[in-house]
C-alpha cells in the first residue's frame, strides 16, 4: 500500500514541463491541527464516493492493504468545490470504479482519512492538484 | 441602503463607468505594494471619495493572507510571514497580554490552533475577517459600509456611516457594533459589543466582551488595502495596542458559493500534536 520513500522521490522526477505549480491554498481550519506531515503517504484504488462539497470536496477509495490483504477505505480531503474548478477539475473528472493513484499526508487521529495533494487518474496518467491546504506546491497537468 | 441612495449609487456608478480613467494621481505611501514596477493608484468615485472596490469591467477582491497578523511571533510551528504585517507591529513578547490571555495565547500555538472556533464554520469577528480564507469585498453604500466574506460561514459585517452612535447595553454578538467615518482616505471604524466566541486572528490572539476595536483601513495603492487595529480589551490587555497587515487585491477573485457547514468533518478530526 505505501511506497518507498525512493518511489516517492522518482515520482517527482517525472513531473516534467507540463506541469503548472500554483501556490498553496488558504484552508478554514491548521492544516497540523489534522494532519501528521511526517506521514506522508502514496496509495493506490478504486473511487467509491465523492462529496463535492464545502468546505472541503471529500472522496473514499477502496485500497488494497499489501500487509493484511484486507480491503481498506481510505477518505481524502481536498480543497472547495471552487477552489479545485479553478485548479481544473471538473464535476466528472472523477467518478465512481476509477482508479487512482493519490499523494497525501495522513491524519494524525489514526484514521484511514488524508489530506490529498496529488491525484492521478492511472487509466489516463492524467494528474490533478487537490487545492492542498499543506504548505508546499500544487501540481495540475497532463498524462505523464 | 435606502431606494434614494440605491439610486444614487447606481447613477455615480454609471457615471463612474462612463468617466473612466478618474484615478488620483498621488503617489503611493511607504509600505505599499511597490515591488519595482509603476504603482497603480488606487480607484475613486466621480465625487473623489476613494474606493476599495474595482472599477467597473474589472472584476476582482481583496484576499488576507495566512501569516498575515498582528503581532509577530517566531515561535517554532507559527504561520507567520512578517513581509505582510505592518513595520509597526509589536514582537509577540511586547504585546500586553493580561497573564491569562498570555497562557491562552500560547496554549492554541501549542495545541496547532485545534479549538479554533472558525474551524467549527463560526463567524469571523473584529480582525480575522481581514484574513480569513477565499477573501472578501467591501460594499460603499455611502450611509454604509458592508464586509462581504467568502470564507467561514459566508458572513457580512455592517458599518454605520450616518453618524449614530453606539447602542447602550448591546448584546454581545459575532460582529459587534460598528460606526465609521472617513478621514481623508483612511476609514476609520470603532466597534463595540463583541461576544467572546470569536478568536480574534487566526492564530489565536485573545479577546473578552470589552474588546473595543479602533480600525483603519486604507488603500495606498490599487493592489493593496492596508489594515490596522488598536485593540482596547482591559480583559485581555493591560493597555492599548496596535497591529495590522496588508492585504492584496486579486484580479478576477470573486465570491463563490461556500457554506462551511455544508459538510463540515474537521472538528472531530482536530487533535492536535499528539501522536
Given at each position: 500500500?505505501?511506497?518507498?520513500?525512493?518511489?516517492?522521490?522518482?515520482?517527482?522526477?517525472?513531473?516534467?514541463?507540463?506541469?503548472?505549480?500554483?501556490?498553496?491554498?488558504?484552508?478554514?481550519?491548521?492544516?497540523?491541527?489534522?494532519?501528521?506531515?511526517?506521514?506522508?503517504?502514496?496509495?493506490?484504488?478504486?473511487?467509491?464516493?465523492?462529496?463535492?462539497?464545502?468546505?472541503?470536496?471529500?472522496?473514499?477509495?477502496?485500497?488494497?492493504?499489501?500487509?493484511?490483504?484486507?480491503?481498506?477505505n481510505w477518505g481524502f480531503e481536498m480543497g472547495p468545490p471552487h477552489m479545485l474548478q479553478q485548479r481544473g477539475w471538473k464535476r466528472n473528472s472523477m467518478q465512481i470504479g476509477d482508479e487512482l493513484q493519490v499523494d497525501g499526508t495522513r491524519a494524525r487521529d489514526g484514521s484511514l482519512t488524508a489530506n490529498a495533494r496529488r491525484v492521478m487518474l492511472t487509466a489516463t496518467g492524467q494528474v490533478l492538484g487537490a487545492a492542498s491546504s499543506e504548505g508546499q506546491t500544487i501540481t495540475t497537468g497532463q498524462p505523464q | 441602503m435606502s431606494h434614494r441612495l440605491a439610486i444614487e449609487f447606481t447613477v455615480s456608478a454609471t457615471i463612474l463607468a462612463l468617466s473612466l480613467p478618474v484615478f488620483a494621481q498621488t503617489p503611493a505611501p511607504a509600505g505599499a505594494s511597490t515591488s519595482g514596477a509603476a504603482v497603480r493608484p488606487a480607484p475613486r468615485w466621480p465625487d473623489g471619495r476613494i474606493s476599495f472596490t474595482g472599477p467597473p469591467g474589472e472584476i476582482g477582491n481583496w484576499d488576507g493572507r495566512p501569516g498575515s497578523t498582528l503581532a509577530n511571533n517566531l515561535g517554532e510551528g507559527v504561520i507567520d510571514v512578517f513581509e505582510f504585517n505592518l513595520p509597526t507591529n509589536l514582537n509577540i513578547d511586547r504585546v500586553p497580554f493580561q497573564p491569562w490571555a498570555r497562557e491562552a495565547y500560547y496554549e492554541r500555538q501549542k495545541n496547532f490552533t485545534k479549538d479554533d472556533p472558525?474551524?467549527?464554520?463560526?463567524?469571523?469577528?473584529?480582525?480575522?475577517?481581514?484574513?480569513?480564507?477565499?477573501?472578501?469585498?467591501?460594499?460603499?453604500?455611502?450611509?454604509?459600509?458592508?464586509?462581504?466574506?467568502?470564507?467561514?460561514?459566508?458572513?457580512?459585517?455592517?458599518?454605520?456611516?450616518?453618524?449614530?452612535?453606539?447602542?447602550?447595553?448591546?448584546?454581545?454578538?459575532?460582529?459587534?457594533?460598528?460606526?465609521?467615518?472617513?478621514?481623508?482616505?483612511?476609514?476609520?471604524?470603532?466597534?463595540?459589543?463583541?461576544?467572546?466566541?470569536?478568536?480574534?486572528?487566526?492564530?489565536?490572539?485573545?479577546?473578552?466582551?470589552?474588546?473595543?476595536?479602533?480600525?483603519?483601513?486604507?488603500?495606498?495603492?490599487?493592489?493593496?488595502?492596508?489594515?490596522?487595529?488598536?485593540?482596547?480589551?482591559?480583559?485581555?490587555?493591560?493597555?492599548?495596542?496596535?497591529?495590522?497587515?496588508?492585504?492584496?487585491?486579486?484580479?478576477?477573485?470573486?465570491?463563490?458559493?461556500?457554506?462551511?457547514?455544508?459538510?463540515?468533518?474537521?472538528?472531530?478530526?482536530?487533535?492536535?500534536?499528539?501522536?
Open positions: 500500500m505505501l511506497l518507498s520513500d525512493m518511489r516517492k522521490a522518482l515520482a517527482v522526477l517525472w513531473t516534467s514541463s507540463t506541469i503548472l505549480i500554483a501556490a498553496p491554498a488558504s484552508a478554514h481550519h491548521s492544516f497540523r491541527a489534522q494532519y501528521d506531515p511526517d506521514q506522508p503517504i502514496t496509495v493506490t484504488g478504486v473511487v467509491t464516493k465523492i462529496d463535492w462539497m464545502n468546505p472541503h470536496v471529500y472522496f473514499y477509495i477502496d485500497v488494497k492493504n499489501e500487509t493484511t490483504g484486507a480491503v481498506e | 472558525h474551524t467549527r464554520c463560526k463567524p469571523s469577528g473584529g480582525p480575522r475577517m481581514f484574513h480569513t480564507p477565499y477573501g472578501f469585498e467591501v460594499l460603499d453604500l455611502v450611509d454604509e459600509v458592508i464586509f462581504v466574506s467568502v470564507g467561514a460561514p459566508h458572513s457580512w459585517r455592517v458599518v454605520h456611516m450616518d453618524g449614530r452612535e453606539h447602542p447602550a447595553n448591546l448584546e454581545p454578538t459575532w460582529f459587534g457594533h460598528s460606526v465609521g467615518r472617513w478621514e481623508g482616505d483612511t476609514l476609520v471604524i470603532d466597534t463595540v459589543g463583541f461576544n467572546d466566541k470569536f478568536w480574534m486572528t487566526r492564530e489565536g490572539m485573545p479577546h473578552t466582551t470589552a474588546l473595543h476595536t479602533i480600525e483603519r483601513i486604507s488603500r495606498p495603492d490599487f493592489n493593496t488595502l492596508r489594515y490596522e487595529v488598536t485593540i482596547d480589551d482591559p480583559g485581555a490587555y493591560t493597555q492599548t495596542w496596535s497591529g495590522g497587515w496588508f492585504i492584496p487585491w486579486v484580479p478576477g477573485n470573486e465570491p463563490f458559493d461556500y457554506l462551511c457547514q455544508e459538510n463540515n468533518l474537521d472538528a472531530a478530526r482536530m487533535v492536535g500534536p499528539r501522536k
